[in-house]
Nanobody, 121 residues
Framework: QVQVVESGGGLVQAGGSLRLSCVAS????????MGWYRRAPGKQRELVAR???????NYADSVKGRFTVSRDNAKNTVYLQMNSLKPEDTAVYYC???????????????WGQGTKVTVSA
């Protein structure tokens, strides 16, 4: 059993900050890549940020310089620090676990339920 729990979403004014957290629990041995995707109203889902277990990061151009992704492997947790938020950042943010290995050595991807971020002008 693997559970993916996201938190940190909410309502914030433009220019403010939020920190999203995603915790994977259960029979997890390791996770290759942890990342965040988002889907804005009327838009396609896009990759926001991702980080490998080696610390390599990737960001969408629209969030570079404002968002920072990090992870704590001991806690199987990934964070997304979002600063200088804009109304365009309003979306449902989804946590993605790529290449999660169970204690039984089964490899599988997992998605969180999503947490909503609303940025007011």
């Amino acid at each position: 059993q693997v559970q993916v729990v996201e938190s940190g979403g909410g309502l914030v004014q433009a220019g403010g900050s939020l920190r999203l957290s995603c915790v994977a629990s259960g029979s997890i041995f390791s996770i290759n890549v942890m990342g965040w995707y988002r889907r804005a109203p009327g838009k396609q889902r896009e990759l926001v940020a991702r980080i490998t277990n080696g610390g390599t990061t990737n960001y969408a151009d629209s969030v570079k310089g404002r968002f920072t992704v990090s992870r704590d492997n001991a806690k199987n947790t990934v964070y997304l620090q979002m600063n200088s938020l804009k109304p365009e950042d309003t979306a449902v943010y989804y946590c993605n676990l790529e290449g999660a290995v169970s204690l039984a050595r089964r490899v599988q991807d997992y998605w969180g339920q999503g947490t909503k971020v609303t940025v007011s002008a």
